[in-house]
């Protein structure tokens, strides 16, 4: 490719990135994701900023062989992986299918179906070089066909609720709805070309989502759970939704690595966190899914190990711009937006909301997680100001219903939130709304909160929750400028031209009052000792051949 | 007595028939469908993808029709997609479409798909009340003979020391509801906030083997509750009894009182009691739904919840048949031997 360099097959960029790194400007995770992703191996990647690969190995231990585990985890009922919602449908058949790319928990990406990839200098040209000596349990060899035929299932937007056509926009004929003739070719058995009609960066991190799983050539559009035909080590033995679901160790299957454990189990125990730890006291599991607010310190004082990882997950509370309230459209008015971000102090929201647990974020839904983040004034809360503002725009009577789900952090961050514009002089009722009609009418709320989940590059949150008419824009945010700079963004592979865009992003951002973005959360699990590679994912991805237990 | 059990399977089904139909009208209702849409398809799916997926899935028909098809009296549901794929409301799993029935609906014994399991209603319901007779049996054999105890004890002598303190028991324990002292269970017995730690707080291992260790604290939660109900009634027929002329007549006989209470008093006493019991079982079928959930047994009760709160209309309307035939069965049980115990009732 032009772009790597014939001795050592280093992207360009990678090095300048490396640069940047020793120079302090970007951390080590920053770094690793963004070297990664043009195609250079964690190792490489590691050696490019002097680190020795030991440390690029010490995120996972090699866990002796044998052994069963029990997880707990909501299984759900499987539907087709591109309509995938929840983390939990991929994990829970982690050990039967497998993704092209995986992202780190330092932030790397790194091959799995794939052993390498090359990008070109503008990021128009994909080359993916498919892992050899791959096969399907089902006896088939892996090759370039089935990797053409998943990306032509990904780009595929007339299925509904294929979240993969919006990650893969770059690839997709905008008139058909289909994958471009062209965009996937077959290089050869081994290999296979993307080619993109405008540069796009984010290919790669789209997909390592875990909608994104590889299914079988002739069976994309299928439900796994109809046939566990896949690449990976374990079989399915038994899938009761709301149940629980076992993976065995497939004796029939050559997998092209090592797997360690025997059997996993996946043990369904609803949505209350005081019911997972009834089940670890008693011994019926060995590791969590997700430990939330108070549960954090409660598993920690039950003996249990924990582990952490700052990500870009976060709580959004916006109001619909375009949203009607009794005739009229309150939150059309750029003064009232304002004013309510600047009724709030983000930190207590942190605080009373998520217990602390993350980092105050700024209103902006780009963080210092991301490589690309510009570095703004910190946002400073006025409510005299806000309270000025909504007076200029006759509002200040105006009563705001401010909705939320009912769980326990989003509640209570929104609860908080309504709490502090009280203090301010405005008024608020709240309504809380169950979870299982919550997602209806998400988008169309007129003030509410929303968790969004972490993705490596803020260019793709951007993308996917504020550009014009998106599935997912739930503010009904329409900006000119913001659509063509964040264009713009999105076609720079270097991240330091690319922050100039995002400095005018995130200003746009502030000054519209798009949202009152609080905080970031870190998330928590707990493992009982002896639970080798059991840490959080920042994706919340559980990859089963990585565990084990220790002897 | 014949026509007796005939008028009554005849209530039955009519009953059935209205619940159903009023289940079905609930989750057929344009929300319900939206949300059902949602959950099968993509939780943040567009209104337009919500529209087409019901319309693929069978969900755009009036609802009458719907109804007609799930009761069987009307055929089946297919539609042609564009490239020749045949689907329809009978068309799963195995059954091609070649080979599918015109109808199939309960009448044909196909009680349909569950949308949230992905599996046969039919088998569902099979393992989860497999699940729940046994929380049930053991419910009953620890409920039963302790409440009949405690109520004959406080009822042999009224207003005696050991009847107010067992009558005190009984009236604390009914009047904490399950919710409340499973949690106090949990806390008490088996968490390391108070140390004990003798039981499991989680019954979900009992699924697969009842152990004394992780039934005991589930048993125990449903059992205290009915226990004191239906030990209040038998002391209140154990002391009505127990004031009878003909129990004076004994005593003054000189026969003793161990065997007045045994022989004479406890037979006549147990009258009401059988009645009671007998409507235990619908009680418990719908009490489960908290200590299930509490506990984490996937029985019944947890299939009820997961089924109302994912709007499975299928697994809905067959918890519904099951639930009427349970509350009817066990009344037409309880009718019956009511002859038995008591020959002054004769059957219309």
């Known amino acids: 490719m032009s772009s790597t360099n014939p001795g050592t097959g280093i992207h360009h960029a990678a090095r300048m990135f490396a640069t940047e790194h020793l120079a302090g400007q970007m951390s080590r995770r920053e770094f690793l994701s963004r070297a990664t992703a043009l195609g250079v191996t964690s190792a490489a990647a590691y050696g490019l900023i002097g680190a020795t690969p030991v440390q690029a190995q010490s995120e996972r231990v090699v866990p002796p062989m044998g052994g069963t585990l029990r997880i707990e985890m909501q299984v759900l009922a499987q539907k087709d992986p591109r309509t995938y919602d929840f983390t939990q449908l991929y994990n829970a058949l982690s050990g039967v299918l497998e993704p092209l790319v995986e992202v780190r928990r330092d932030g790397s990406f790194a091959g799995l179906l794939l052993e390498s990839w090359e990008v070109n200098d503008d990021a128009t040209e994909y080359v993916l070089n498919l892992r050899p000596n791959v096969a399907w349990n089902n006896g088939d060899a892996f090759t370039a066909e089935d990797v053409v035929a998943n990306f032509a299932g990904w780009c595929d937007s007339s299925v509904e609720g294929n979240s993969m056509a919006s990650r893969l926009a770059a690839l997709t004929d905008e008139t058909t709805g289909k994958i471009r003739d062209g965009a996937a070719t077959i290089v050869d058995p081994l290999t296979v070309k993307l080619t993109l009609l405008t540069s796009d960066i984010t290919i790669i991190p789209s997909i390592t989502e875990y909608p994104a799983v590889v299914q079988h050539r002739d069976l994309i559009g299928t439900v796994p759970s109809d046939h566990f035909v896949g690449t990976g080590a374990y079989r399915m033995a038994e899938y009761v939704v709301g149940v629980g679901a076992v993976l065995e160790k497939n004796p029939d299957h050559p997998y092209w690595r090592d797997a360690y454990l025997d059997r996993i189990e996946f043990v369904d125990l609803g949505t209350d966190p005081a019911a997972v730890v009834a089940a670890a006291e008693a011994e019926d599991i060995d590791m969590n899914y997700d430990s939330v607010g108070e549960f954090v310190e409660i598993f920690t004082a039950i003996g249990w190990e924990p582990s952490e990882i700052a990500t870009s997950s976060t709580v959004v509370i916006r109001t619909n711009q375009e949203a009607e309230v009794d005739g009229v459209k309150p939150y059309a008015d750029v003064r009232v937006r304002r004013a309510l971000a600047l009724a709030v102090d983000n930190s207590v929201l942190l605080e009373l909301g998520y217990a602390g647990l993350g980092i105050v974020a700024n209103n902006q839904h780009v963080g210092p997680m991301h490589p690309e983040h510009a570095e703004l004034p910190p946002f400073e809360p006025n409510p005299e100001e806000a309270r000025r503002l909504l007076e200029e725009a006759g509002m200040l009577d105006y009563e705001h219903e401010l909705i939320s789900i009912d769980d326990d952090y989003r509640r209570n961050t929104t609860d908080a939130m309504a709490a502090q514009l009280r203090d301010a002089g405005i008024k608020v009722t709240r309504k809380i709304i169950p979870g299982t009609t919550f997602w209806n009418d998400w988008t169309k709320y007129p003030f509410s909160s929303t968790n969004w989940n972490g993705r490596p590059l803020a260019v793709q949150l951007l993308a996917l929750a504020y550009r014009t008419g998106e599935a997912w824009n739930e503010t009904a945010f329409s900006n000119a400028e913001f659509d063509e700079t964040l264009a713009k963004a999105m076609a720079i592979a270097d991240h330091d031209k690319r922050r100039e865009h995002m400095r005018r992003l995130q200003e746009i951002m502030i000054e519209e009052g798009v949202v009152v973005q609080p905080y970031w959360r870190s998330l928590y699990r707990h493992v009982r000792p002896g639970v080798l590679n059991g840490e959080r994912h920042q994706g919340d991805i559980v990859n089963v051949h990585y565990l084990g237990l220790a002897e | ?348």
């Open chain 2, 1 to 348: 007595m014949a026509f007796f059990i005939l008028r009554r399977v005849g209530v039955m089904l009519l009953t059935s028939l209205c619940l159903t139909f009023i289940v079905f009208f609930l989750t057929n209702l344009e929300p319900n469908l939206e949300k059902l849409a949602k959950t099968q398809g993509n939780a943040r799916m567009t209104d337009a993808e919500v529209t087409s997926w019901l319309d693929r899935n069978g969900y755009a028909q009036p609802m009458v029709l719907r109804y007609g098809e799930w009761l069987g009296v009307l055929p089946g549901w297919t539609r042609e997609a564009e490239d020749g794929t045949v689907t329809g409301r009978c068309i799963h799993g195995t059954v091609t479409a070649e080979t599918a029935p015109r109808f199939c609906g309960i009448l044909q014994l196909d009680f349909g798909q569950s949308t949230v399991f992905r599996e046969e209603v039919s088998s569902i319901i099979g393992t989860r009340l497999g699940l729940t007779g046994i929380l049930m049996f053991w419910v009953m054999v620890v409920m039963v003979p302790s409440a009949l105890i405690i109520g004959v004890l406080a009822g042999m002598r009224e207003g005696s020391r050991t009847d107010r303190a067992l009558s005190t028991f009984s009236i604390a324990t009914t009047a904490t509801p399950e919710y409340v002292s499973g949690v106090i269970f949990i806390t008490v017995f088996a968490s390391s906030a108070v140390g004990l730690k003798w039981f499991k707080g989680s019954a979900a291992s009992a699924m697969d083997g009842v152990t004394f260790e992780n039934f005991t604290l589930p048993v125990l939660t449903m059992a205290l509750y009915g226990m004191g109900y239906i030990a209040r009634m038998t002391r209140a027929s154990m002391a009505e009894v127990m004031t009878a002329q003909y129990i004076r007549t004994a005593r003054l006989k000189g026969v003793s009182f161990p065997n007045i209470v045994v022989k004479h008093a406890l037979r006549n006493a147990l009258i009401a009691p059988f009645t009671v019991i007998m409507l235990q079982f619908p009680w418990l079928l719908t009490g489960v739904v908290i200590v299930e959930t509490l506990f984490n047994y996937k029985g019944f009760g947890w299939t009820l919840v997961q089924a109302a709160s994912n709007n499975d209309i299928e697994l809905l309307l067959s918890c519904s048949v099951v639930a009427v035939f349970v509350v009817l069965v066990t009344q037409l049980i309880s009718d019956i031997g009511y002859v038995y115990l008591n020959p002054r009732i004769r059957m219309a």
